[in-house]
């Protein structure tokens, strides 16, 4: 069995800003709603791919940022990005088993956990919404998840092998 490419930390952390970037990226109004979440896409990714290198600390620097860049309460996006890296790391094992179907619906069930904390997170702080229009980027990020991971293998393989 061939072993994976190790992939430069550098190369990580490029690729969960770029995501960061894409998270807060200006959308129209009514667009905003649909979302992808693409933190949390990559986030999986790398603890999936490289559970020694990308994990809670990770998630908890990366979620600060997206704190200061939104403007929310701090530590919110710190404690949701946290969560996802500790259940990423309780499923890892399995994950790695799945196809690519099946892993996009576990990636559904993962994002949408951190979504409800998320929502129950601002509820707390005030931000009160009754309807579940919040679980929609779970969804999307979902369907994307199979082009995601197919893509960044491919990359690690032409780059890193």
Known sequence: MAKAPVVPLIMVWFTLLFALCLQVMPLAEGWQVYRPEWLGLLF????????????????????????????????????????????????????RTYSLVQQALLVLVLLGLVQLLEQWVRTLSGDFSIHLAFLIPSFISAVLWPWLATMFLALERRLFS
């Open 44 to 95: 999986i990714y790398w603890c999936m791919r490289a559970p020694d290198r990308v994990g809670v600390f990770h998630g908890f620097v990366l979620g600060l940022l997206l704190d200061l860049i939104e403007g929310v309460p701090l530590g919110q996006n710190a404690l949701t990005l946290s969560v996802l890296a500790f259940l990423c790391a309780l499923v890892y094992t399995r994950f």
